[in-house]
């Protein structure tokens, strides 16, 4: 345990964003266990409105990377992009390669599904027309979080050259903004063309919207929005923290609208995806989530204080557990387990996720973040002549 002192002293964790992140993991597990073991709602609405556990883990993404850049310009220092790309490699690249491997070695771990060709894995562009019904399909969200993690750094620099004569950050909000709107009209264009039933069959709804970079990118904008905030605008910033319930609150009251139009309006019978959920329904559960996000920053809000037994670990192993756990769903059945509805195999196969998501954490994940905190250095390098405030970041209101 030593190992996760150490951890834990280095980078202090926030409770609310390790529940947040517990939370989706465990969405996420709902669904799929309903999807690939029985079939049947095991976790009742957990079961049916899993799959936006993958929105929370867009937003929580999008705030960490960018709190990180932001803080750095705050800070006078100068982003290198060797050093951002080398530290992201070795934070997220070599489980999620020892997992590809494992699955590609061992067929057992597809559940007799075909996979994408290994170079789109490897290029992390699988979400790229995937079709659903593939092996490690799950994996097209980290395409999505892969590739915002390589465009972020350059918006960054544009921001740096736009800043030596724009001096507020106006134009970082309207290009956010801009940015939700336009995926808003990219996925009022795809439903015209996908969103229908024709034939009884909704043909390219998964490829062209759910899975799409462009469809589902904004997802992390409500994160990289919340850093903005942070970073950028104290005097507000600290108007927010005073009201984490009222956040708290707001946020609950959003995912359980979302939760509505979900599940009434998401998927129709006969009819096919539904226009309103599908062109707005994507941005109002990351923007719901978002509020929660910021009510997890608030230290007087309940989400921040009040810590979840097992919530913290299930947050540090939960990037391993997302990879491993459709794995583990598809090879018990088969090998060991004959009642996919019995509790035991419910509790077998949750407490193999479990030894495996903190087997990989522990054996690989963590010495590679040790050696990286180690030898990598920062995403940033001071900028001379500066100490706390950046040379091209516009003054903070």
Not at 116 to 142: D, I
Not at 259 to 283: C, D, K
Not at 335 to 346: K, V
């Amino acid at each position: 345990m030593n190992l996760f002192r150490q951890a834990s002293s280095a980078h202090p964790r926030l409770q609310g964003l390790d529940t947040l992140r517990a939370l989706a993991i465990l969405l996420v597990f709902a669904t799929h266990y309903q999807d690939f073991v029985t079939g049947q709602p095991t976790f009742g609405w957990a079961s049916i409105l899993g799959r936006v556990g993958v929105d929370l883990f867009f937003v929580l993404s999008g705030y960490l990377i960018a709190n990180q850049i932001f803080a750095g310009m705050q800070k006078g220092q100068v982003l290198s992009l060797r050093n951002f790309y080398a530290r992201r490699f070795l934070r997220t690249l070599p489980v999620f390669y020892l997992v590809l491997a494992a699955y590609f070695l061992f067929p057992a771990f597809m559940g007799g599904r075909e996979p994408p060709p290994l170079w789109r894995f490897l290029s992390f562009t699988q979400n790229y027309q995937l079709q659903p019904g593939t092996a490690f399909s799950h994996a097209w969200s980290l395409c999505v979080e892969e590739q915002f993690y390589l465009v972020l750094p350059a918006v960054v620099l544009l921001g740096k050259f736009m800043s030596r004569w724009l001096k507020s950050m106006a134009w970082a909000w309207l290009l956010l903004f801009s940015l939700v709107g336009l995926a808003i009209w990219h996925r009022a264009g795809l439903w015209a063309d996908y969103g229908l039933e024709v034939d009884g069959y909704t043909r390219g709804y998964y490829p062209n919207i759910y899975y799409a970079t462009l469809a589902r990118a904004d997802g992390l904008l409500p994160g990289v929005a919340i850093a903005l905030l942070k970073n950028f605008h104290p005097k507000l910033w600290r108007a927010v923290q005073a009201r984490g319930q009222v956040l708290l609150l707001s946020g609950l009251l959003a995912c359980g609208l979302s939760a509505w139009g979900l599940l009434n309006f998401y998927y129709i019978e006969g009819y096919g995806y539904g226009r309103a959920m599908t062109v707005y329904g994507y941005s109002l559960v990351s923007w719901s989530f978002g509020l929660l996000l910021l009510a997890g920053l608030c230290p007087k809000s309940s989400l921040a204080r009040w810590r979840v037994p097992g919530a913290a670990s299930l947050a540090l192993w939960s990037y391993s557990i997302y990879l491993t756990h459709k794995a583990v769903m598809f090879a018990l059945p088969t090998f060991w387990l004959d009642d996919r509805q019995s509790n035991t195999t419910l509790l077998a196969i949750s407490l193999s996720c479990l030894v495996l998501g903190w087997l990989l954490y522990r054996l690989v994940e963590l010495p590679l973040m040790n050696w990286r905190d180690r030898w990598v250095p920062s995403s940033f390098k001071a900028n001379e002549g500066t100490e706390q405030t950046s040379s091209y970041s516009p003054k903070p209101t």
